[in-house]
Nanobody, 121 residues
Framework: QVQLVESGGGLVQPGGSLRLSCAAS????????MGWYRQAPGKQRELVAF???????NYADSVKGRFTISRDNAKNTVYLQMNNLKAEDTAVYLC???????????????WGQGTLVTVSS
């Protein structure tokens, strides 16, 4: 069993910052890429950013220059630093690890439950 648990969401004013964390736990052998998605009310889920195990990062155009994804492989944790937040960033942010290899040798795609980010004055 492998779980992803997000934290760090909340209410912030436009222009403010938040840092999200996502910690993986369970019977983990290795984790390849990890990423963050978001889903706003009435909208489709969209990829925000992902990072490979080697540290290469990619971002959605809408967040480039404002968001930074990073990871601590020793802690099986990925972070999303969000700066200069805008109202349109309001969404549930979900952590994803599409290639977790567990101790039994199986490859799993794992999602977290999500954390709500609300940007409002």
């Amino acid at each position: 069993q492998v779980q992803l648990v997000e934290s760090g969401g909340g209410l912030v004013q436009p222009g403010g910052s938040l840092r999200l964390s996502c910690a993986a736990s369970g019977s983990i052998f290795s984790i390849n890429a990890m990423g963050w998605y978001r889903q706003a009310p009435g909208k489709q889920r969209e990829l925000v950013a992902f990072i490979t195990s080697g540290g290469n990062a990619n971002y959605a155009d809408s967040v480039k220059g404002r968001f930074t994804i990073s990871r601590d492989n020793a802690k099986n944790t990925v972070y999303l630093q969000m700066n200069n937040l805008k109202a349109e960033d309001t969404a549930v942010y979900l952590c994803n690890a599409p290639g977790v290899v567990n101790t039994a040798g199986a490859t799993l795609a794992v999602w977290g439950q999500g954390t709500l980010v609300t940007v409002s004055s």
